[in-house]
């Protein structure tokens, strides 16, 4: 079975701290995805990567970074954390090549007070 | 630009009736593909369906079906008889360009299904 996982579901932190965020994928994909979902904003693509060190950003990539170091395992970094950053999380991973679906991870809902 | 927009917030209905969430879509590519991923309270989004732009064909799949109709750039998803199991959000996305392993999500469809 594939599998993308997430290192927390939920999460609190406060204002100001250095938050990790991590995301494994089993399936040898290449590319891999941090979203934020919102109620009544849908899914927003914070970075994407489409190989090991590679890094794109996507939407709203501000106040974010990403580290890539192995294939597997993609990182959202938020440096300084800020309320207005509370969401839930959202890792995805697929197949390189246009038009492969998504495969996506559990979530992890942050709460920054 | 790519743009999908979905009009319904939120449906609710009575288990066992029928219900279609509508997606409509922009794009200037000749080349394209949609999808629908499913969101149940667990959170995990869950692949529903790719079609691509040149497959006009309604998919079936159980009680799932799939209205995709490039006249009116709408790719619509139909649940027959619902069932609780059934109630999420939905969401309908499109590729964001020819060359582009990145899709963009339209802001979902939350439906209650109605023991």
């Known amino acids: 079975d594939v599998k993308v996982t997430q290192s927390s579901r939920y999460l609190v932190k406060r204002t100001g701290e250095k938050v990790f965020l991590e995301c494994v994928q089993d399936?040898?994909?290449?590319?891999m995805f941090w979203y934020r979902q919102d109620p009544g904003l849908g899914l927003r693509l914070i970075y994407f990567s489409y190989d090991v060190k590679m890094k794109e950003k996507g939407d709203i990539p501000e106040g974010y970074s990403v580290s890539r170091e192995k294939k597997e395992r993609f990182s959202l970094i938020l440096e300084s954390a800020s309320t207005n950053q509370t969401s839930m999380y959202l890792c995805a991973s697929s197949v390189s090549g246009r038009y492969n679906e998504q495969f996506f991870g559990p979530g992890t809902r942050l709460t920054v007070l | 630009a790519q743009k999908v927009t979905q009009a319904q917030t939120e449906i609710s209905v009575v288990e066992k009736e029928d219900v279609t969430l509508d997606c409509v879509y922009e794009t200037r590519d000749t080349t394209y593909y949609l999808f629908w991923y499913k969101q149940p309270p667990s959170g995990e989004l869950v692949f529903l369906i790719r079609r691509n732009s040149f497959d006009e064909q309604n998919e079936i799949s159980g009680r799932y079906s799939w209205n995709f109709q490039k006249s009116t750039s709408s790719f619509n998803f139909t649940i027959t008889a619902s069932q609780v199991v059934d109630s999420a959000v939905y969401f309908c996305a499109l590729n964001r360009g020819a060359q582009d392993d990145k899709i963009i999500f339209g802001k979902g469809t939350r439906l209650h299904i109605l023991p």
């Open positions: 399936m040898d994909h290449e590319n």
